[in-house]
């Protein structure tokens, strides 16, 4: 358990550093107060949903279910990460 643990703080620890250097990088220089406001509030009531969806449906389908649906939709917002967010071409 401990071992798990290691590697998630690993992962965390190298994911939300990139996370908010994107939103920096999208972000307006001038508006990145803001932007790191939204980004927060976005994350904090996307977590409270997905959490209330991911408990009804382990209760009424059980936990294959319910990761099966995690794991789905974890795969479709990369696909429309790259779909939508473009990298900024140099000037």
Do not use: C, H
């Not at 932007?35 to 991911?54: D, E, I, P, R």
């Not at 795969?75 to 000037?91: E, G, S």
């Amino acid at each position: 358990m401990l071992a798990w643990f290691l590697v998630y703080g690993l992962y965390f620890g190298f994911a939300e550093g990139t996370e908010k250097a994107l939103v920096a990088d999208l972000a307006p220089a001038d508006r990145l107060g803001f932007a790191f406001g939204v980004y927060n509030a976005v994350q904090g009531l996307g977590t409270l949903a997905a959490s209330v969806m991911f408990g009804l449906i382990w209760k009424a389908y059980g936990a294959g279910a319910a990761f099966g649906v995690g794991g789905a939709l974890a795969l479709a917002a990369t696909a429309l990460l790259f779909v939508f967010v473009r990298p900024r071409r140099p000037v």
